[in-house]
């Protein structure tokens, strides 16, 4: 205890110290925290937010349901690279606009006939319209791998994978060392090098403290598949926006739902498989 | 006693009876996209005398340009001559503009099967727990000419070299 006070000491040095700083700076990991503590913690983040962007925030910590695995479906034979689910995903999930500019997904663009070669990617491309002739597009984001190994590179534990599949972090418990974006082989992780910039009017408030609720600099983020939305059971704001149907989404303990429907009746695969990070985000042909 | 236990059950089977047949593919599905103000067509079409006779129409619809099997059908193929309203399957029955999807599934038999899968389309709202919808086809595929056009995309990512420049 007395090392405790110490180190609050040493690091308050040169920030106010205030009941709420010092108890930011004492707060758990979020596994660790009682449901008290956690309704502390929520009360604290509300009223910052309320202070920093005027905006009255709900921020969830529910839990995930038991017999739930969730998984995706994105069908190849679909998507025509439009990127609306880039930018639905960006205003859902309270992304930082510009400088830095953080995406979750990325879609890449690959030429019909080498759709493995992935070095040959483009995801800068910017025609009039999509899709053009003699290209397939494949968007990529967090795969909610069963074996992620950036959960198992983290050297806090600030990430680790949920009950019902979702690889998450707590921001708070994040300490910058970006571990994790280096070993994800999906790109599936963006840093914070700056405070994020969000225009106050497009804040989602609908937030999870596990999900989008809004980060500071210095932390990495990723997609949680909607977890403030999937845990309510709607479904994730890149499924919603998809204007062709591509994006699939349910839960794969489930043999009614979408996800083993495509699962079982349409040719599948997994990105990288060879790694064996067995991600929970199945590419599939409809056609 | 007897009669009236019987009579009870019947009444219950006669009620049971249309409900099970209207649940039967009971989707919830998202409104057609009728044009504004078209809808009923009996509006228009009670007082018109039915010309069963393929043609191309050119004092009303002329807006609609067929891109959908055009050499093998015209109009009443789908839409109902009979009542304006409905549309018709090829056994003859009627259909509400909602369950345009039974139509559709005529010819397009394994899109169907997917579509009720949830595999083909798109559903919105709540997968548990709250309301959902199911697009129709025709939300998204316009019925005369299905073909998806090409659309904008939204703008690229910056390139971190973009960024760097300007700082």
Redesign the interface.
Known sequence: MLSMGAMVGLSMGSISCTRDAVEEFLQKHFREMTEEEKKQVIRRLEAKYLKKYGKEFHISTQPADTGVLWGY?L?LSRC?????C??ACVKENNQSR????L?WI?VIRLKKGSLINLENAE?????????EPGFMYMPVQCQQCENPPCVRVCPVKATWTERDGIVVVDYDWCIGCRYCVAACPYKGRVFNWAEPNIPSAELNTGVHYLGNRPRMKNVVEKCTFCIQRVR????PAC??I????TR???NLLDPNS?IR??IE??RVFRLKEDFNTEPKFYYFF?A | MKIILLLLSLITIGFSLPASAAQHDDYPVSSPPFSEGIFPCSNCHAGLEVNTRKRELKDEHTSIKLRHAEQERWCLDCHNAGDRDKLKLADGENINFTESYRLCGQCHGNIYRDWKAGIHGKRIGYFKGGKRTYFLCVNCHNPHDPKFKPIKPEPPPIRPEATHARQ
Do not use: M
Request: aromatic share 14%; charged share 25%.
């Open positions: 479906g069908d025509i690279g439009c990127r609306r880039v930018y510009i400088n830095p500019q995406q990325r995801h800068y491309y910017n025609p009039e319209t999509v899709p309510q059971g709607r479904y499924v919603e998809c204007p062709t149907g699939k989404f349910g979408e429907y495509l009746n349409k409809s």
